[in-house]
T-cell receptor, first 110, second 113 residues
Framework: GQSLEQPSEVTAVEGAIVQINCTYQ??????LSWYQQHDGGAPTFLSY????GLEETGRFSSFLSRSDSYGYLLLQELQMKDSASYFC???????????FGRGTSLIVHP | DTAVSQTPKYLVTQMGNDKSIKCEQN?????MYWYKQDSKKFLKIMFS???????INETVPNRFSPKSPDKAHLNLHINSLELGDSAVYFC????????????FGNGTRLTVT
């Protein structure tokens, strides 16, 4: 099967940088993706890493190390609107269906 | 111009009833999914379907069944509802069987009393 671990909660202040880590276990790894979900809303896609390295999209970056089965989401210049849950999701095990981690609740304080 | 839409947004019903949730996508995607999100926000895949293959998570009770009249629709039927079925159900779609991002609907909050 597949499993993922990510912290349950992270807090930070506006303007800061925060990193949300994700470790995973799967066979036949394809890639790691990240989703954001605000309370009462739908998950929305943020980024995908299929190869090692850093992917940057505006204030958000995502990193992957396949040899370490590890990735992270980096959020810079935090804003209050970034308060949300962030999910890592792995594609692997011969399936294209993403398996989600349990999510990290990010709380941004003024 | 909603990409993935599901109805109803809220559903309150009694134990033992049968209910359906509808989902439609206008993205031209060929794969659709149903996920269940529990009170602890855990997103669990229930079904994945494209025009060739239905994949069922083996932990899903057979009271749950997906029905797809065409590739733009994947409805979820639930028979004999139980208290533990209370959750938010999300429909999603993606393109193809190689990786592509999931596009989620806004969710249906099901409450079983």
């Amino acid at each position: 099967g597949q499993s993922l671990e990510q912290p349950s909660e992270v807090t930070a202040v506006e303007g800061a940088i925060v990193q949300i880590n994700c470790t995973y276990q799967t066979s036949g790894f394809y890639g790691l993706s990240w989703y954001q979900q605000h309370d009462g809303g739908a998950p929305t896609f943020l980024s995908y890493n299929g190869l090692d390295g850093l992917e940057e999209t505006g204030r958000f970056s995502s990193f992957l190390s396949r040899s370490d089965s590890y990735g992270y989401l980096l959020l810079q210049e935090l804003q209050m609107k970034d308060s949300a849950s962030y999910f890592c999701a792995v594609n692997g095990g011969g399936s294209y269906i993403p398996t989600f981690g349990r999510g990290t609740s990010l709380i941004v304080h003024p | 111009d909603t990409a993935v839409s599901q109805t109803p947004k809220y559903l309150v019903t009694q134990m033992g009833n049968d209910k359906s949730i509808k989902c439609e996508q206008n993205l031209g995607h060929d794969t659709m999914y149903w996920y269940k999100q529990d009170s602890k926000k855990f997103l669990k895949i229930m079904f994945s379907y494209n025009n060739k293959e239905l994949i069922i998570n083996e932990t899903v009770p057979n009271r749950f069944s997906p029905k797809s009249p065409d590739k733009a629709h994947l409805n979820l039927h639930i028979n004999s509802l139980e208290l533990g079925d209370s959750a938010v159900y999300f429909c999603a779609s993606s393109q193809g069987q190689v990786y592509s991002p999931l596009h989620f609907g806004n969710g249906t909050r099901l409450t079983v009393t």
